[in-house]
């Protein structure tokens, strides 16, 4: 048993301390809101929050993560008050498919924390989330929309 | 006109378990007409629209939403028509099976080629449309008023001499028993308040909560998980596996071979199931292409670009003979590789079988096609067999044509009656079985007369043919003419260039990796040489190019 501080919640989970984190969310806690895209850290779609820094949780093992105060994008939102990076992705309809936007959201949301008002050479530098539907543009405007509001 | 009561309506005993409350069409009430009814009970005024005593109106798509807006486009066309509120407005796909049960009465499912809207937007508008004049019937008929004195806007259907009102769900469950209208007028565009209008898609907010439910999120009770491998190289089979190896390892339930070329292994998760494949001894008869490589590929297409035989596209003139004469010869091979469709979304299909039933979860460009392979896969006659379309993290065209995911689905399933069975392809899987889009080279020769203008041009492509694979039956006397897209005489596929003495052709050379349909087709690679050749002409000419192209 691995406990996890997940959204808030602690909870136990019965898996192999090797597991990728992604997995014991998705498989064990339920949350599905972190998608699997490419297993090997490279497209960002199961990016959560590691004690509020982006971490790409399908490489690391859920033992690592036991007792550090993980972030899904479940639980972004303030209960029904949208995050302001959810809020601006609304705003601009960043979103197609979707699939890589929770993703894309939850690493937006770290980089504001430690940049407020992200460059667009601190956006290419570190927003580096693959999306196939090819949104990057409204990515863009999205980030400099939610760094004003 | 009147609207007369239904007389016939064919009544449909269909159960469905489609998550997120899909349809239960036609359960036979035990007083008055038969009506088609949505599963929450609320009546359907045509096949298109359901409309619930809240006033919600339930807009039924046929096409798939994979983010390119079809949904929200869709439901636009039919609210336009009905003359409904559009913050009522919602939408529910209905499901192949219950479609081939009605006659196709949604119309194709298929979705691709950018045709969801162009190809359906008459008879959804008409649906729409019917709806309405139904139900303002209705509305005539309760206040016991000529129809042609009422009208309705924003679902509030109003009696104009007497300044009556009555909204949509108090009048929906009697126009539902009203016989629909024959013909009826469609709106003129200019005078649309929602259809051709930027309005906000219907669909955005769960995809930034984490709420949407995409294939690969599905949960059922007892379901299980699968993790598949085929063979490396396609046209290869399993030789061996040994099961014995991982059927001890942590919540593995079975290991199966699907068809002959593939092996799962099912366990409790997927990490668990991956983890036990990944561990699994496999043996493979890697068949007639172990040896091919990317460089025997390119070395067919090499040969192919120079031949004496290919298939004309385009030809005017005397192309040849213009190049042999030329003051100044231009040339330029190019090269355009296999591309993944890499759907963010790897491949995955749940299904459940037992020898009565088979259901199939999935995300599909085409409910319909996703429904002719559970029926091969499965063996069962469409009346045993049901699909339900989930959101898609991507399309591409990769989920159209193909539904390779949806047959292995169905196939472990099988070996495990009763139980949901979930099938998701690692990003690795996703990669090497694609169906690529086609993998071509192709030599440009360019004549310049003594002026430097374009006297004469041979464009050879040399490579893969997407229709000789998917579509054969497209063939014309064995040429593709889908190779030519961007290149043809006429049509939609025109080429944007005159000259004066031109040969387009294709000698087909067909590498044994499966190609397919993906985003703009053969435009792409098309367009990339016959631009940049151009440009080179241009620069040979000593011309800027981008006026040379203009002109």
């Known amino acids: ?149 | 006109m009147t609207i007369m009561p239904k007389m016939n309506r064919r009544s449909f005993i269909i159960s469905t378990a489609a998550i997120g409350g899909g349809l239960a069409l036609g359960l036979r009430l035990p007083f008055g007409p038969e009506v088609v009814r949505a599963a929450d009970g609320s009546p359907e005024i045509t096949a298109w629209v359901v409309i619930r005593p809240d006033d919600t109106v339930v807009v039924r798509i046929a096409r798939s939403e994979m983010g390119q807006g079809t949904l929200t486009g869709l439901a636009q066309l039919v609210a336009e028509e009905l003359e409904c509120n559009w913050s009522k407005v919602t939408t529910e796909y209905p499901t192949p099976g219950q479609s081939v049960a009605r006659k196709r009465i949604w119309g194709d499912f298929s979705t691709g080629g950018s045709r969801g809207i162009r190809e359906s937007h008459d008879y959804v508008r008409k649906g729409g449309a019917t709806a309405r004049e139904m139900l303002i019937q209705a509305a005539a008929n309760e206040w016991k008023v000529p129809a042609s004195e009422c009208s309705a806007a924003n679902s509030v259907i109003t009696h104009k001499p007497s300044g009556r009102t009555i909204t949509y769900g108090k009048v929906a469950e009697a126009a539902s028993r009203l016989e629909p209208p024959k013909d009826v007028k469609l709106k003129d565009p200019k005078d649309w308040k929602i259809a051709g209008k930027p309005l906000a898609r219907l669909d955005t907010l769960d995809k930034l909560t984490g709420k949407q439910v995409y294939g690969f999120d599905l949960k059922l009770p007892g379901m299980l998980n699968a993790a598949i491998k085929d063979c490396p190289v396609f046209g290869g089979k399993i030789k061996s596996f040994d099961a014995a190896k991982v059927t001890g390892m942590k919540g593995v339930k079975k290991v199966v071979q699907v068809g002959d070329s593939a092996v799962a292994v099912v366990a409790d998760t997927w990490w668990h199931a991956k983890k036990a494949l990944d561990a699994l001894p496999i043996v493979w008869d890697e068949g007639p292409n172990a040896r091919a490589s990317s460089a025997t590929i390119a070395a067919m297409l090499k040969e192919g670009l120079d031949a004496p035989q290919a298939f004309v596209g385009n030809q005017n003139g005397d192309a040849k003979a213009a190049i042999a004469g030329a003051a100044k010869k231009i040339e330029a091979v190019y090269s355009y590789p296999f591309q993944n469709h890499a759907c963010m979304e790897p491949m995955n299909a749940t299904a459940r079988y037992t020898p009565e039933r088979c259901e199939v979860w999935c995300p599909t460009q085409n409910g319909e096609a996703a429904f002719a392979a559970t029926l091969a896969a499965s063996g069962l006659p469409a009346d045993k067999c049901e699909v339900y379309k989930i959101h898609l993290g991507g399309g591409f065209g990769r989920r159209g044509a193909f539904h390779d995911y949806v047959t292995q689905a169905v196939l472990i399933a099988k070996q495990m009656p009763g139980t949901p069975v979930k099938l998701l392809w690692s990003r690795e899987e996703d990669m090497a079985h694609g169906h690529y889009h086609p993998i071509t080279q192709c030599k440009l020769t360019g004549a310049l007369d003594a002026d430097n203008n374009l006297a004469g041009l041979h464009m050879r492509i040399s490579g893969q043919s997407i229709l000789t694979v998917v579509r054969p039956q497209a063939l014309q006397d064995g040429r593709d003419p889908a190779t030519f897209q961007g290149l043809s005489p006429k049509g939609e596929f025109a080429l944007g260039y005159t000259v004066p003495s031109l040969l387009i052709d294709h000698a087909m050379r067909n590498p044994h990796v499966p190609p397919g349909f993906w985003r703009g087709v053969n435009i792409n690679q098309n367009a990339i040489y016959l631009e940049c050749f151009m440009d080179e002409l241009a620069q040979a000419a000593g011309q800027d190019a981008l006026e040379s192209g203009a002109s």
């Open chain 1, 1 to 149: 048993m691995i406990e996890l501080n997940i959204n808030g919640r602690s909870l136990k989970v019965d898996v192999e301390p090797d597991t990728p984190l992604l997995w014991a969310i998705r498989e064990q806690v339920g949350l599905t809101g972190t998608k699997y895209g490419c297993g090997v850290a490279q497209c960002g779609s199961c990016t959560v929050h590691i004690d509020g820094a982006a971490v790409r949780s399908c490489v690391m093992p859920v033992n690592a993560a036991a007792g550090k105060k993980i972030t899904t994008i479940e639980g972004l939102a303030s209960g029904s008050v949208l995050h302001k990076v959810q809020k601006a992705w609304l705003d601009h309809e960043v979103a197609q498919c979707g699939y890589c936007q929770t993703g894309m959201i939850m690493a937006v949301a770290a980089l504001l924390k430690e940049k407020p008002r992200p460059t667009d050479a601190d956006i290419d530098a570190t927003i580096t989330n693959i999306c196939r539907c090819g949104t990057f543009q409204q990515v863009r405007e999205a980030i400099h929309a939610a760094a004003k509001a």
